[in-house]
T-cell receptor, first 112, second 114 residues
């Protein structure tokens, strides 16, 4: 069963704009991770945020986690055409690199 | 980051044949490997969890006799799709992990069954 639900399902923005993607989940988690997938390719790990963390930054990425609302957001600032991809959140319930449950994904298109 | 490879990257086969997909961790020892399946424009669905030297744990609804998983060493796991049918056509992705490091994903294998 799917744990994460991202919204919006598709997002189209102009290069330079910020992109915000949201993810909601249902059960308690150890950590939540965001991945990127280019069409027909494997997954690229973007960032991991643990249940006791509220915000993390990595370059142009900012992730927040609200465990009370069981939700997370991924913000990509100053988007580039190369950011065009599908983005997935994935939850890890127990930690220790246990199995991940993925959301449905968000398709981001950045227009040059 | 660590590197996980999959072979082959693409395979086309006739209905009824069996296909083996390899997943290798190239620069670390993976105590656990995971196999996922992804249909077009959909998310990844976990099929099974494989621990080195023991039987794989399959997710509900995944036929263990159809999707044979072998994790014979700390760097290699294989998924064999037996008697493949067109509905098995999908993108199969493995990931490998060690308790000390994050989970790393392979590049995926595109299976097309004619």
């Amino acid at each position: 069963s799917q744990q994460g639900e991202e919204d919006p399902q598709a997002l189209s923005i102009q290069e330079g704009e910020n992109a915000t993607m949201n993810c909601s989940y249902k059960t308690s988690i150890n950590n939540l991770q965001w991945y990127r997938q280019n069409s027909g390719r494997g997954l690229v790990h973007l960032i991991l945020i643990r249940s006791n963390e509220r915000e993390k930054h990595s370059g142009r990425l900012r992730v927040t986690l609200d465990t009370s609302k069981k939700s997370s957001s991924l913000l990509i600032t100053a988007s580039r055409a190369a950011d065009t991809a599908s983005y997935f959140c994935a939850t890890d319930v127990t930690g220790a690199n246990s199995k991940l449950t993925f959301g449905k994904g968000i398709t981001l298109s950045v227009r040059p | 980051g660590a590197v996980v490879s999959q072979h082959p990257s693409r395979v086309i086969c006739k209905s009824g044949t069996s296909v083996k997909i390899e997943c290798r961790s190239l620069d670390f020892q993976a105590t656990t490997m995971f196999w996922y399946r992804q249909f077009p424009k959909q998310s990844l669905m976990l099929m099974a969890t494989s621990n080195e030297g023991s039987k794989a744990t399959y997710e509900q609804g995944v036929e263990k006799d159809k999707f044979l998983i072998n994790h014979a060493s700390l760097t290699l796991s294989t998924l064999t799709v037996t008697s493949a049918h067109p509905e098995d056509s999908s993108f199969y992705i493995c990931s490998a992990s060690d308790p000390r490091i994050s989970q790393f994903f392979g590049p995926g294998t595109r299976l097309t069954v004619l």
